[in-house]
C-alpha cells in the first residue's frame, strides 16, 4: 500500500514569500502530524491534527505558519513571508488513532525548504 | 519537560559486528514510551523499535534490541550483525502527551552510524 507521500520534495523560495506544503496520509489514519527538521538537529513537533481539526498547534513557532485539513485526509501546511531560518525539512507523519500501545508513526520522505 | 540526549554525534562499525547507539532521557511522568527511528539518506523516518516504561523485559525486533534500564533512564538501541544498509541517521525518541488525546514524538539529535566493509 501507499505510505506518507509529500508534496514537493523540494522547495526554493525567496525571503518573504508565500509556501504551501502538501501531505497525504496514509489513507485510513485519523491523526496526522507535522514536524520540522533543521540542519543536524531531530525532528520538532509542529502541530497535530485529529480528523480535520488541528487538536494541537502548540508547536507551531509563531503566527506565520498555518495547517489545514478540510476533509480529514490531506493536510497543507502554509508558510507566509518566509524567512531564512524557516529553511529546513518539513515531515509529515501520521497514523491510525492516537495514544494507544505505541500507535506507530509512519513518516513521509519530506519537504525540504529552502528560503534563499 | 522531556528531555532526550544522544551523546554520540558519529558512530563507526565494521560490517557483521554489534553496535550500540546510546540514548539517555529524562522526564517526570511515569508512563512513557520510547522509540527509535532510521533516517537514511533518502530522509524517510523508519521506526525501528519500542519500549513501554511498564514493559517488563527489553524490546527485540530482529536484529534491533533495546537496552532499557530504567533507573538509569537509558535506552540504548543494539543492532546485531551490522549490513552496509544500516548506514543512516538514528533516532532516539520519547512520546510526549499533547493536547486531546495525541502524542507527539521527542526526538534527540540522532547519531550517524557508518557500516565499513
Known amino acids: 500500500g501507499a505510505g506518507v507521500s509529500q508534496t514537493p520534495s523540494n522547495k526554493v523560495t525567496e525571503k518573504g514569500k508565500y509556501v504551501e506544503l502538501r501531505c497525504d496520509p496514509i489513507?485510513?489514519?485519523?491523526?496526522l502530524y507535522w514536524y520540522r527538521q533543521s540542519l543536524g538537529q531531530g525532528p520538532e513537533f509542529l502541530i497535530y491534527f485529529q480528523g480535520t481539526g488541528a487538536a494541537d498547534d502548540s508547536g507551531l513557532p509563531n503566527d506565520r505558519f498555518f495547517a489545514v485539513r478540510p476533509e480529514g485526509s490531506v493536510s497543507t501546511l502554509k508558510i507566509q513571508r518566509t524567512e531564512r531560518g524557516d529553511s529546513a525539512v518539513y515531515l509529515c507523519?501520521?497514523?491510525?488513532?492516537?495514544?494507544?500501545?505505541?500507535?506507530?508513526?509512519?513518516f513521509g520522505p519530506g519537504t525540504r525548504l529552502t528560503v534563499l | 519537560a522531556q528531555k532526550i540526549t544522544q551523546t554520540q554525534p558519529g558512530m563507526f562499525v565494521q560490517e557483521k559486528e554489534a553496535v550500540t547507539l546510546d540514548c539517555t532521557y529524562d522526564?517526570?511522568?511515569?508512563?512513557?514510551?520510547l522509540f527509535w527511528y532510521k533516517q537514511p539518506s533518502s530522509g524517510e523516518m523508519i521506526f525501528l523499535i519500542y519500549q513501554g516504561s511498564y514493559d517488563q523485559q527489553n524490546a527485540t525486533e530482529g536484529r534491533y534490541s533495546l537496552n532499557f534500564q530504567k533507573a538509569r533512564k537509558s535506552a540504548n538501541l543494539v543492532i546485531s550483525a551490522s549490513q552496509l544498509g544500516d548506514s543512516a541517521m538514528y533516532f532516539c525518541?520519547?512520546?510526549?502527551?499533547?493536547?486531546?488525546?495525541?502524542?507527539?514524538?521527542?526526538f534527540g539529535k540522532g547519531t550517524s552510524l557508518l557500516v565499513t566493509p
Open positions: 522526564t517526570s511522568d511515569p508512563s512513557y514510551g
Open positions: 525518541a520519547m512520546r510526549a502527551r499533547v493536547l486531546n488525546s495525541g502524542y507527539a514524538l521527542n
Open positions: 489513507s485510513g489514519h485519523t491523526a
Open positions: 507523519a501520521s497514523s491510525f488513532t492516537s495514544g494507544g500501545r505505541y500507535n506507530e508513526q509512519f
